[in-house]
């Protein structure tokens, strides 16, 4: 059971996969959870669990591509429970994409549902957590492609990578004023959403393990959090290794 209690926790994009599973695992610490994704029935189902679980659950049906939804959706937490203590920016996607057959308006989708979600909620998130006494976390579930250019992920990683830097420097700003921030990089998880989606998963986690992850990166809010351990590393390999080398490698492994 994760050892957070009695906390306001937002956690958008929360209708199914690692958000859904976080959800559950947060349930039994008797806290107050706001959950949100577009899908009304599935989202309705997390609520019953959480509840049924032992938390308070505010289910609230909303785009987090629209920044007007996004900033009620803050309103509605703070005015339900009184503050956000901490809020997990779930939300994303990053399907196989190729460089050669890509549109320009794949890549700026891609860009407004990695990226452009994070800002439609770090914006009224800061906001609301200045206002709060204790301050707040902000975390995000970014990906281990947002460390590196991977091939077939292209614009997805090129999307958490911004991410990642906007809140690298969201941190700087505004730890000194209550404010934490936690990126959270999964390599491969097996949720429904990518089961059919044809790109290799090297070193693949189950949707549990992977929550397990992130609520303990809730929990001790480390700046980053990396898992599993083996994808992690070979990230951090690749990294070091000069280009063509990386790229080589790469390139098997996305075409194995
Ligand atoms: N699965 C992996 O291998 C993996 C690896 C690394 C990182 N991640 C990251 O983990 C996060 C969760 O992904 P997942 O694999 O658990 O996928 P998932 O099951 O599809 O979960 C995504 C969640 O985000 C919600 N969502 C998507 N678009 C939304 C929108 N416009 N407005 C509101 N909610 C929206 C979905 O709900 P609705 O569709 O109901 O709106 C769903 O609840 C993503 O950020 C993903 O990039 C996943």
């Not at 189902?45 to 987090?64: F, I, K, M, N, W």
Request: aromatic share 4%; with cysteine; hydrophobic share 45%.
């Amino acid at each position: 059971m994760a050892r957070i209690t009695d906390r306001t926790i937002l956690i958008v994009g929360a209708s199914s996969g690692i958000g859904a599973e976080v959800a559950r695992q947060l349930a039994p610490g008797k806290n107050r959870l706001v959950i949100t994704a577009r899908r009304a029935p599935e989202l309705a189902r997390v609520a019953e669990q959480v509840r049924a679980a032992g938390s308070h659950c505010l289910p609230l049906t909303a785009d987090a591509l629209d920044p007007r939804a996004a900033a009620d959706v803050v309103a509605a937490a703070a005015s339900e429970f009184g503050a956000v203590d901490i809020a997990l920016l779930n939300a994303g996607d990053g399907p196989d994409m190729a460089m050669d057959e890509v549109s320009v308006a794949d890549v700026s989708h891609i860009m407004a549902l990695n990226y452009g979600v994070v800002v439609n909620h770090l914006v009224p998130l800061t906001e609301q957590m200045l206002r709060q006494q204790n301050g707040g976390l902000i975390a995000h579930t970014n990906s281990l492609a947002g460390l590196m250019g991977l091939p077939r992920q292209g614009p997805y990683s090129a999307a958490k990578a911004a991410a990642r830097t906007l809140l690298d420097a969201a941190r700087v700003e505004l730890e000194p004023r209550g404010i934490r921030f936690t990126t959270i990089h999964p390599g491969f998880v097996a949720t429904e959403r990518i089961s059919e989606d044809g790109l290799p998963k090297p070193f693949e986690i189950s949707e549990e393990r992977a929550a397990r992850h992130v609520t303990r990166a809730l929990e001790r809010e480390p700046a980053h959090a990396y898992f599993p351990w083996p994808t992690a590393a070979l990230v951090r390999t690749l990294r070091t290794l000069p280009t063509p080398l990386s790229s080589l490698i790469l390139r098997k492994l996305a075409y194995r």
